[in-house]
């Protein structure tokens, strides 16, 4: 743009150059020009750490680095941070007096000493007896007290059963008799052939053992016998006419 030139009003009549007007800068928003943009400063990206999610994960499953996290997190307050932190020291401590209190529990409740064993009893071994004509020497062990025991069992004699005959109709059992060769059996060895003999009488039936005299070995008389009425063995007539045989010898 030219300079202007006007006339003074001076007296003198001379001319002097106008002062010319300022001229916009080019970039200041001269007219047809660009204008640089004047936004707000934009902020530096923020870190990994710093995010919420993060910060949230590690107070969750590993506080101590979540609090270190916590208290280099600037967006977060100075009054936030405190709160956060003292929850955890009141958790922290929480635990650690309730893992106290167990342990003396645990100590008091523990496991009390067994009271001291019994004595186990003595066991004497009884003197074995001596066992009569008739019988025999048998051992056992007491279920109680795990001794042996000894007691003298009747030897079975030899026998022959000469009846068997069942009994009437509306009975059951039948009616046996065993006669033994030798009159001078005891009554022990007696009633062991009555008891091997029960179960073929049983129920109702009877059982008779027979013997010959020392008079007369022709003819057997009962020496003892069981009607199964739940009375047991009874003595025969055998052992009564055997007394009065002897009793009537010449000498006695």
Known sequence: MQDQWQQPPNPAGSWQQAPSAPQPQAGFGSPGQGAPAFGPASSPPEAWYAQPVVLVLALVFCWPVGLALLWVNRRVSTMAKAGVTAAFAVLVLGAV???????????????????????????????????PSGT???????????????????????????????????????????????????????????????????????????????????????LCFDNLDGTGVHEGTARAMQRAYDKGKPGH
């Not at 009893?121 to 003197?127: G, K, S």
Request: positive net charge; proline residues 13%.
């Open 97 to 131: 007096a309730a893992g106290a209190v167990r342990s003396r529990q645990g100590a008091a409740s523990g496991p009390r000493p067994s009271p001291p064993a019994a004595a186990a009893p003595l066991v004497f071994a009884p003197a074995v007896p001596d066992c």
């Open 136 to 222: 025999r020497l048998t051992e056992g062990v007491d279920s109680r007290t795990g001794a042996a025991t000894f007691a003298c069992v009747a030897t079975l004699p030899r026998y022959t059963v000469v009846d068997d005959t069942p009994l009437p109709p509306f009975r059951k059992g039948h009616r046996v008799q065993a006669n033994v060769a030798d009159p001078d059996i005891t009554d022990a060895q007696c009633a062991a052939v009555v008891a091997e003999l029960r179960p073929r009488a049983a129920p109702d039936g009877q059982v008779s053992v027979h013997v010959p005299l020392h008079s007369d070995r022709s003819k057997v008389f009962p």
